[in-house]
């Protein structure tokens, strides 16, 4: 991979001339190895890339992107370079807004991918008036402490989650300055996940996902709440084998 590849690329297990690629896409605040348990999940079967965004981790000295449509367009030009596979995006929270616009980029480039699966998050034109990136580190934190959206033992870290504040913060910007017309759509069929007491996301604002696309549509409703993914991890995983056919073999 080049340089610029590597940054925003995280394969945590290598297939060759795998059938199929899944591109994760975290959440706000989150990184590349949410979706660790996914890459080992699907094994040979899936080229399953997960995507680092800057601010975080080992990119924490690149300054965070606060607009969604730069990070789109950033994101858009590393997954141009890959090889071409059939190509699955899936995108938790902020992911899923990301996901979303993605897709119409590769569409708009003649690769349309094959799947959006977007969890967590409310249909792209469903608007709430929130301000999270407009408060004090201690109200992002308590956000946080709201959705137990970040494992305990880094809830419990202050040092450590005071670091993530300014890469949460524009990720909170970001997603609350998107914004989409009910009428844009993409081709590509799009899959719903959604936790069933979900403080973000009612059922409702999940299923508007449905007139953002010309494809199919399907909807899965999970016992849990924003991260459903970490609660019932075997449920989701079956999911997501499903789109990917019989393993090899």
């Known amino acids: 991979m080049s340089s610029e590849e590597s940054l925003w690329c995280r394969r945590y297990l290598p297939v060759r001339d795998a059938p199929a690629r899944l591109v994760c896409l ?24 997960a995507v680092q965004y800057p601010g975080r981790q080992e990119r924490r000295a690149e300054p965070p992107i606060t607009d969604m449509a730069e990070l789109a367009d950033r ?12 190509t699955t995006l899936f995108g938790h929270s902020l ?36 301000q999270i990136h407009l408060l004090d580190d ?6 946080l402490r709201k959705m137990n959206g970040t494992a305990s033992m880094l809830l419990d870290d202050e040092e450590l989650m005071r670091a993530s504040l300014p890469a949460l913060r524009a990720d909170y910007t ?9 009428d844009v759509s993409v081709s590509c069929p799009i899959s719903v996940m959604t936790g069933d007491s979900d403080p973000k996301t009612t059922l409702d604002e999940a299923r508007a996902w449905e007139q953002h696309t010309c494809g199919g549509f399907e909807f899965h409703v999970f016992q849990g709440g924003h991260f459903f ?19 090899r073999g």
């Open 174 to 182: 970001a997603v609350e300055r998107y914004d989409c017309g009910p």
């Open 229 to 247: 993914l970490s609660e019932r991890p075997a449920e989701v995983m079956a999911v997501l084998k499903g789109y990917f056919g019989p393993a």
């Open 26 to 49: 975290p959440h706000a605040g989150g990184s590349a190895p949410f979706f660790r348990p996914v890459a080992l999940g699907l094994g040979q079967d899936v080229d399953v890339v």
């Open 95 to 130: 992911g899923a807004v990301l996901a979303f616009e993605v897709a119409r980029r590769l569409e708009a480039d003649g690769r349309p991918a094959v799947r959006i699966v977007a969890s967590g998050r409310r249909g792209p034109a469903t608007h709430r008036d929130e």
């Open 138 to 143: 201690d109200g992002i934190l308590a956000e």
């Open 75 to 86: 994101l858009t030009d590393v997954l141009r370079k890959q090889p071409e596979s059939p």
